[in-house]
Nanobody
Framework: QVQLVESGGGSVQVGGSLMLSCTAS????????MAWFRQAPGKEREGVAA???????SHAEFTEGRFTISKDKAKMILYLQMNNLKPEDTAMYYC?????????????????????WGQGTQVTVSS
């Protein structure tokens, strides 16, 4: 059974930083596409960043170079470093994973491609 557990969320002021972690055994399995999503109240869940089985990374345009996805296979942790946080970054952040799907890019950020999800960690940015 695939389990993902996020941590590292919290409350910060505008311009602050947070590093989110997602502990999951599948991080050490290079076959998996791993991603971060977020969902703000009243909004759709949206993709934030992804890293595919080749180690190629992608970040949503709204991250504007402020966020970086990475993983430590030995520790089985997926990270999301978030810098220069803005109030609009306030959301529940989720990590997600899926095995390769024929014809589907890991970087498409399609929620329906991901069968495995963590419970989420809350990020609140105040001005």
């Amino acid at each position: 059974q695939v389990q993902l557990v996020e941590s590292g969320g919290g409350s910060v002021q505008v311009g602050g930083s947070l590093m989110l972690s997602c502990t999951a055994s599948v991080v050490s399995d290079s076959n998996y596409c791993m991603a971060w999503f977020r969902q703000a109240p009243g909004k759709e869940r949206e993709g934030v960043a992804a890293i595919d089985r080749f180690g190629t990374k992608s970040h949503a345009e709204f991250t504007e170079g402020r966020f970086t996805i990475s993983k430590d296979k030995a520790k089985m942790i997926l990270y999301l470093q978030m810098n220069n946080l803005k109030p609009e970054d306030t959301a529940m952040y989720y990590c997600a994973a899926h095995l390769p799907i024929r014809g589907v890019s890991c970087h498409a950020f399609r929620r329906t491609d991901f069968p495995y999800w963590g419970q989420g960690t809350q990020v609140t940015v105040s001005s």
